[in-house]
């Protein structure tokens, strides 16, 4: 009798162990491949970023994160999908500021930014540069400005959507120089590229990786931040325009409520990126930075940049 009793004693501390076991197991974060969509199109830097990032992040996730692509909208479709999503970890929004803090003062959003979600890190931050093709008549910046203002409408800015990273710092260029051109909107910087390739547009604004990407198809006529991005191409503040135009930071969000050990654990796979050999040769290679910023660092920012822009947007829209 004492056997038997000793044996179903066993047996049930055997199954409670194995249910623990379970539930740990059922915990563990991740345990499936986490999805980072992006609200652009293939082909821009955001695209080529996370194709990147994602390829090394597995590691330090031991899981996988897949790419997934959702233009429209200028954005919002991919942010709206990633705002409903459960904030489990498991969906992330790889997007840039100007959608993220910029958007809210144009026009009435199905979600609130702010609100609905929090950052797990800048990945980086990318300076656009006014490109046009090898073969157009405009050698510098002033010879298209000198156009544009000859011929008001006539020039064609090509840009990758409304109020997004290729627009504003278009449209606030335009508004400096002056000039009144037709504005041609695309879905993601990949789009707006193939257009200016194929001569529907005149110009175009694009970052450093999509510019390389594109051999000696294009020339640089001048690009925003405060380093010269190309040697032979000058800076917007050499050339009298304001230093701002064009800096956009690349972020990642997760839809607010995610549990604090499962952003820890993303956060960390962030940070941990930034000291990878892999990742910083691969990065180097499509010619952007690796100027990490963690999340409730860049939290603070963004709350900053909300006034910025919509001190910005009242003068565009003018």
């Known amino acids: 009798m004492i056997t038997q009793k000793l044996f179903r004693w066993a047996v049930a501390a055997m199954l409670l162990a194995c249910a623990g076991a379970g539930a740990a197991a059922a915990e563990t974060y991740p345990n499936k491949p986490v999805t980072l969509i992006l609200p652009l199109g293939a082909g821009g830097s955001h695209d080529l970023n996370a194709r990147v990032f994602t390829s090394v992040i597995p590691q330090y996730l031991n ?42 003062h144009v026009t009435k959003l199905p979600y609130d930014t702010n609100k609905d979600f929090e950052t797990v890190a800048r990945l980086n931050y990318g300076v656009a540069s006014i490109v046009v093709l090898a073969s157009s008549p405009y050698k510098t910046l002033k010879d298209m400005i ?18 997004g990273a290729v627009m504003v710092p278009g449209a606030q260029l335009l508004q400096e120089a002056g000039v009144r051109a037709t504005l041609v909107p695309h879905q993601g910087g990949g789009p707006s590229m193939k257009a200016l390739l194929t001569g529907d547009v005149d110009f175009t604004m694009a970052f450093s990786s999509v510019i390389t990407a594109q051999g000696d198809k294009l ?11 190309f040697k032979d191409a000058p800076m917007l503040k050499e050339l009298g325009y ?57 939290e ?13 947007v009242s003068e565009i829209t003018k």
């Open 300 to 312: 603070k920012q963004r709350l900053v940049l909300s006034d910025k822009y919509k001190k910005l």
């Open 219 to 229: 020339r640089v006529l001048a690009s925003g931040g405060d380093e010269r991005e």
């Open 63 to 104: 899981q996988a994160m897949i790419v997934k692509l959702m233009p429209g909208a200028s954005g919002q479709k991919g942010t709206a999908a990633a705002a409903e999503a459960r904030p489990d970890g498991y969906t992330l929004l790889f997007t840039h500021n100007y959608f993220d803090q910029l958007q809210q």
């Open 242 to 298: 304001a230093s701002d135009i064009g800096v956009m930071d690349r972020i990642v969000l997760a839809p607010k409520g995610v549990p604090p050990e499962r952003m820890k654990v993303l956060r960390d796979a962030f940070a941990a990126l930034q000291k990878d050999k892999t990742y910083v040769q691969l990065i180097k290679r499509i010619d952007e930075n690796t100027s990490f910023m963690d999340g409730p660092e860049y």
């Open 146 to 163: 000198d156009y544009g203002k000859k011929n008001p409408g006539k020039l064609k800015f090509g840009h990758s959507g409304n109020w």
